[in-house]
């Protein structure tokens, strides 16, 4: 038949042995429940690391919840921690979907921030324009920046070859000393490693510019990036399910022979998907510091590119997905100041992504415990 | 004994009950008895039963699909089965993995290699060994291996590096690979998929060598004719389930098989109607290109082929028909002049030369001609997306794709549960019946098929040459590559023989001489093999 070769191991039990068959078909609902259930085990593992410290699992996780989700307030500031993830997560499940693995949506972010910057700092457009031209244009050099800072890499293995994991990395400390630069030398407010405060018409609308009509919002720091971001996510999955440029990323992915054989040009597409990847990451850097910090600032962002990499990851580059994984991520950011600085946050994200990771294994290999009887089944 | 199940006995003229054959004549090495395996929505093996004698060559005959390689997968350790006794030497076996198998003197030599290109022929064999230990005297395994190899009749050094190797040569370090782990019964996976004729002798020699010494040989194939020639006797297989067991090759005709394996009679009366002589659809001169290293591949490369006309490059693998193949389509890039319909296309995109209908089976369904994590759907549009029915601009209308695909899968009888099936999921003939069908339903000018038939059984083979000379009798150029003689005789108008890159002689099919063409590919020049260059091209009925 036309399974591969099995991958049988023995473990020592005498009696009986775990085999792994390779699976023909994966039913339908297998991956979303492997990925609750490996969240599950996770969420387990994580809480017996928390006793094992001395807390009490439950009361961190119900302090989670509480602080990400409790109230109207906190689940705004939960969206506005998510739409960068939105943004970066969709760059990220971009590239991968070709196997491209740019792990730069950091540095791509970073410099998507800086570009959007330079139009009121610079300034590209006179001071005094009105936000409806000030944004848009902010918009589009947030996107350029990135997508310049992604063709870098891009062109590189493009042309030479050189890998990508590499190189993306690489930009990322460029792309922070470059911003380092800005904040400390030209455009620094008074010495402080900032810039001085965008004027009202750089920064995204947010829910709270209405409340003098609805009390009710007062307070809602959720801006308008995040609707940019689900509407980005929205284009994203119709260009790859739906376009013919989607299909040739797949197949890229799948096989570069198959596709160089269907006539698709490769080195093309691996410079449109690291501009459009780039792009969407300095999306996220744009609406970051127009929506969320009015100022171009040092470590602006607490490694919202380097998360994306697991959020992509957990939406199986998914680009619909990207959108509740982030919200999920934003929530344990937000949270984890709350609960602690850096540890336990970050300890819980990298134990969901090994055991996503480790999870897949099912998907591939039908898992059997067999007896180890001296002779098979007798049949007659 | 004799009351075995009803429905494994063999049928019509072969009512021959081997399980009293073999009681009268000798030990069993292997023993599989009432074999069940099920996959999801198929039985693989539904009660199977079969028998190797000591000391002989048993082939197990059957189409792609029929349940062969499941069975020996289960008694090499890989799978287990669902019901059903194995023995070896007599005694009942459970192997937990091909380790096991491995321990009681089963090895298993499968069709895709597994070696180590990089490393020596001895190096390769000790791979996952426990000696050497530590240090690495591979001088004294060197020794023990040649003489392992010579009193076995496989001629290969020990010191060479794999990469080195031909392909009969890296099966034969396959072979020693099991031997050297004290293998007394050899599975052998359609061992000769991969071979060129002469090659095929000698691995034949190398067979029999190893049965007069006492061990015994599982020939697994689909191919009539090899195995009437090496085997000692044959079990034929279909569909799961035993439809002659254990015949003796000299019982038997190539036809008998042929209806055993099938299910029907299989006739291969194809229809080469008369064509006139068309236009020039592909015309080379002069072409150069170089091969993967980097050394020279085709030196000096000039054909001619009309439309209505196939003509058929012999060559062993290796000699640079692959290339010409490449180079045609746009895959590779090359000096000189390559003419499509008076256009030189020489290093153009690829996507130029599949704009001017040249369609292409190539030689690796598995990592050229399909994308393997990818629908059946994804995988029948690749060279048909960018156009209508299933483009609107830059959108995919992904139902009209799903029309085309249903239409294909049906027409060309691709088994498989959907379009939506992974193209990894599907057996070798339904694999090539995929890529055939997108190559031919484009209605190509031009077709370059490469190794068309490789690999595939009596009944996917016939409906594949059929599919050819319809798509000639259409008014198609094809220029058909293959290292299987027979068919380039059967198809082709013209035949060209490829040695080393170049054009060594071409002949008409119906002039063409098997031992001049064999001569010729295997490198003698065309004055030793007294080759009449046949005018080129121009003649039109056959």
Known sequence: MSAGPGRPSRWAGSLFSVRLEPRLYAPRWLSPALTIGAVAVALVLSGIILAVVGADPIRVYAHILRSSFGSIGVISDTLVKATPLILTGLACALAFRMRLWNIGAEGQLLLGAWAASAVVLLPIVPAGTPGFIVLPVMLVAGFLGGAFWGLIPGFLKARFGVNEIIATLMLNYIAFSWIQYWVFGPWTEGGFQMTKQFPPEAWLPRLDDLADTYPVLSGLTVHTGFLIAVAAAVVLWFVLERSAWGYEIRLIGDSPRAARYAGIRIARNILLVFAVSGGLAGLAGMTEISGVVHRLQDNFSPGYGYTAIIVAYLAKFHPLRVVPVAILFGALILAGREIQPSGVPAMIQGIILFCLIASEVFLRYRVSIVRRAPVAAEAR | ?542
């Open chain 2, 1 to 542: 004994m004799t009351g075995g199940p009803a429905r494994n006995a063999p049928s019509g003229p072969f009512g021959m009950d081997e399980r009293r054959v073999s009681e009268v004549e000798g030990p069993l090495a292997v023993e599989l008895r009432g074999i069940v395996k099920r996959f999801p929505g198929v039985v693989a093996n539904d009660g199977v039963d079969f028998a190797l004698r000591v000391g002989e060559v048993h082939a197990l005959l059957g189409e792609n699909g029929a349940g062969k390689s499941t069975l020996m997968n289960i008694l090499d350790g890989l799978y287990q089965p669902d019901a059903g006794v194995i023995r070896i030497d007599g005694q009942p076996v459970a192997f937990g993995s091909p380790r096991d198998a491995i321990a009681a003197g089963l090895g298993m030599v499968h069709q895709h290699f597994t070696l180590v290109a990089s490393q020596t022929v001895t190096e390769n064999i000790l791979i996952g060994l426990d000696r050497p230990r530590f240090r690495l005297r591979l001088a004294r395994y060197d020794d023990e291996i040649a003489r392992l190899a010579e009193t076995n009749g496989l001629h290969v050094d020990p010191r060479a590096k794999v990469w080195q190797l031909s392909v009969g040569e890296q099966q034969r370090v396959e072979i020693l690979k099991v031997l050297y782990r004290g293998a007394r019964v050899l599975i052998m996976d359609e061992p000769t998929a991969v071979l060129a004729p002469q090659e095929i002798d000698d691995l034949f020699g190398t067979l029999r060598s190893m049965t007069a010494a006492g061990r015994s040989i599982i020939f697994i194939s689909h191919k009539l004719g090899e195995v009437l020639e090496i085997a000692d006797r044959i079990t034929v297989m279909r569909r799961g389930r035993v439809t002659a067991a254990g015949l003796p090759a000299t019982s038997v005709t190539k036809g008998q098989l042929a209806t055993l394996m099938v299910g029907r009679e299989v006739l291969e009366n194809l229809e080469r109607i008369p064509m006139p002589p068309g236009s020039v659809a592909l015309a080379l001169e002069g072409v150069e290109a170089d091969g993967d290293k980097g050394v020279p591949a085709l030196r000096g490369v000039s054909l001619e082929l009309r439309a209505g006309e196939i003509l058929g490059i012999a060559a062993v693998a290796g000699n640079g028909q692959s290339e010409l193949a490449e180079v045609v389509t746009g895959l590779r890039p090359c000096r000189g002049r390559v003419l499509i319909d008076g256009q030189d296309v020489a290093n153009r995109p690829v996507r130029e030369a599949i704009g001017r209908g040249v369609s292409h089976v190539p030689e690796d369904r598995t990592g050229v001609g399909t994308a393997p994590n990818l629908s059946i759907v994804d995988n029948l549009i690749m060279k048909s997306y960018r156009a209508s029915p299933i483009a609107h601009g830059w959108a995919m209308d992904m139902s009209a794709a799903r029309g085309v695909a249903t239409q294909l899968k049906d027409g060309y009888e691709i088994a498989a549960p959907t379009i939506d099936t992974e193209a990894r999921l599907l057996s070798g003939g339904n694999l090539q019946r995929l890529i055939l069908a997108r190559e031919i339903d484009s209605r190509p000018r031009l077709m370059i098929a490469v190794q068309p038939t490789r690999g595939l059984d009596v009944g996917a083979i016939e409906s594949t040459h059929r599919l050819l000379l319809e798509r000639r009798a259409a008014g198609a150029a094809i220029l058909l590559i293959s290292e299987d003689l027979d068919e380039i005789l059967t198809l082709a108008d013209r035949v060209a023989v490829m040695y080393e890159g170049r054009i060594t002689g071409q002949f008409d099919a119906d002039e063409a001489d098997v031992e001049r063409i064999g001569l010729l590919m295997t490198g003698a020049s065309a004055e030793e093999a007294g080759a009449i260059e046949a005018a080129p091209a121009s003649r039109g009925a056959v």
